[in-house]
Nanobody, 116 residues
């Protein structure tokens, strides 16, 4: 059974930094591209944020976070990270990293509030 636990969220000031973690159990993150998504508020559409390729050599980012966020992976810890630098109030959201099975497995997410 695949389980995901996202953590690392909290309150951060604009211009600060935060690192989100996504620990996966039950399956290896190796060999899968992994993504981060976010939802700004209940009822709003989920927004794709970033992706890391299966081989870790290619990353993609939404235009809104490009140059500020970095996705990475630790295979030994079976964990995917999202480093958030210089966050902005519009980055306030619950962040998720689904495991890419059909259908994808979602965790509870981790709340990020960007506020001064």
């Amino acid at each position: 059974q695949v389980q995901l636990v996202e953590s690392g969220g909290g309150v951060v000031q604009p211009g600060g930094s935060l690192r989100l973690s996504c620990v996966v159990s039950g399956r290896s993150v190796s060999g899968h591209s992994m993504d981060w998504f976010r939802r700004a508020a209940p009822g709003k559409d989920r927004e794709w944020v970033a992706q890391i390729s299966r081989t870790d050599d290619v990353t993609h980012y939404a235009d809104s976070v490009k140059g500020r966020f970095t996705i990475s992976r630790d295979h030994d810890k079976n964990t995917v990270y999202l480093q958030m630098n210089n966050p902005e109030p519009d980055d306030t959201a619950v962040y998720y990293c689904p495991f890419p099975l059909p259908p994808p497995i979602w965790g509870q997410g981790t709340q990020v509030l960007v506020s001064s």
